[in-house]
């Protein structure tokens, strides 16, 4: 797909800092690694990859604003363009030596999401999407959810809370329902790949809580464009804001969604 300048922009800078990550990845023994609390971990590797993608990003569109994850939110002189960037998501496994991450970036305009990168580096795996003109992987393949129909044909993907995380108890009761009614459910510990695997019909459908924007803000625009119906669990919930989050295809969305809010306590 031929994207707008501001795609190409991230696109160049999510594979500029994938290869930094990348390079780090193959000595992941070596990392200096500090804790920010039980489970959640911050690497140099995290650090650097963050710091390639700001100095690429306002460096080429300064007066924009940004929401990094290890950075914080710096306001732009624009107020309406933000960019919102995931250095390393899945920086457990990351640091576990499992080649599950990736580097994320949103183009936020005037509260609503128009550009989505996430880029699987160490498969070498680019999706991207911009509104109205769907979602993609590399440079030609075109991005489908699935047209399944039966939900015990159906595997979806969660993250499951850990280290006794506010919303433990509301997963399990959604596993309990679920996974009985469908194929299976992955646990694989990248919010922004779920999404994308979902875009490329991977997976049938995702939810998660408690999500940050950095999450998330790429992977549903990813999503929408390729198809997937994407609403937050509860109704007046902000998709991006609130991390609370229901994507899946048409045919099985409405019975995937009644499980999940079905007692859900989000």
Not at 82 to 92: C, E, K, N, S, Y
Not at 203 to 232: F, M, S
Request: a negative charge; proline letters at 4%; one cysteine or more.
């Amino acid at each position: 797909m031929q994207g707008s300048a501001n795609l190409n922009i991230m696109i160049k800078a999510a594979r500029k800092a994938g290869r930094s990550l990348v390079k780090d990845f193959r000595e992941v023994e070596n990392l200096q690694v500090g804790s920010k609390g039980p489970g959640d971990f911050v690497s140099k590797a995290d650090m650097a990859a963050e710091e390639i993608l700001r100095e690429e990003l306002i460096g080429a569109r300064p007066n924009y604003g940004w929401l990094g994850e290890e950075t914080g939110e710096t306001p732009g002189t624009d107020p309406t363009r933000r960019w919102i960037v995931d250095p390393l998501d899945g920086t457990t496994n990351f640091l576990h030596g499992m080649p599950h991450w990736a580097v994320s970036i949103a183009l936020e305009h005037k509260g609503e999401i128009v550009a989505g990168v996430v880029f699987d580096a160490a498969k070498d795996e680019m999706f991207y999407a911009e509104k109205g003109a769907g979602a993609w992987l590399n440079d030609s393949q075109r991005l489908r959810v699935s047209g399944r129909h039966r939900m015990i044909d159906c595997v979806f993907a969660t993250g499951v809370p850990f280290g006794g995380r506010k919303y433990l108890p509301a997963t399990l009761q959604d596993l309990a329902r679920l996974m009985p009614a469908c194929a299976g459910v992955r646990r694989w510990g990248s919010a922004a790949l779920d999404l994308a695997y979902v875009a490329a019909g991977r997976y049938d459908g995702y939810w998660e809580r408690g999500l940050h924007a950095w999450d998330v803000a790429a992977g549903l625009l990813i999503a929408k464009e390729a198809g997937a119906i994407v609403q937050p669990i509860r109704d007046g919930q902000n998709l991006v804001e609130d991390g609370q989050v229901l994507a899946a295809a048409e045919p099985i969305f409405d019975q995937f969604a009644k499980i999940i809010r079905d007692r859900s306590e989000s």
